[in-house]
């Protein structure tokens, strides 16, 4: 959900997100994705930067295009 700044709804209900690592196993659940990004998003970038370092780790996700390419494809595809 790289790119996103708003929570999706469903009308007026927040939907559950089930945030999960490169890896698909489940890292965080969260109904506020926009106070995740600003707040323990960076929590699970030192948790999970280490394991898989091919993956970018923004420091402003809600800015990022969202892309399936590792780090060294994004950036050459940048170039």
């Known amino acids: 959900v790289f ?3 708003t929570h999706p709804m ?3 209900t927040p939907l559950l997100l ?3 690592s490169p ?3 489940p890292v965080q659940s969260t109904r506020d994705l926009p106070g995740f990004w600003r707040g323990s ?3 699970v970038v030192k948790d ?3 394991r898989y370092p091919k993956h970018r780790w923004p420091d402003q996700p809600w ?3 969202p892309s399936m390419k590792t780090k060294n ?3 050459r595809s940048d170039s």
Do not use: P
Request: no cysteine; hydrophobic share 35%; net charge positive.
């Open 73 to 75: 494809a994004f950036n």
């Open 41 to 43: 998003w960076r929590d």
């Open 18 to 20: 089930k945030l999960t």
């Open 23 to 25: 890896g698909g196993r």
């Open 48 to 50: 999970m930067k280490g």
């Open 3 to 5: 790119g996103l700044d």
């Open 10 to 12: 469903i009308g007026t």
């Open 63 to 65: 800015l990022e295009k």
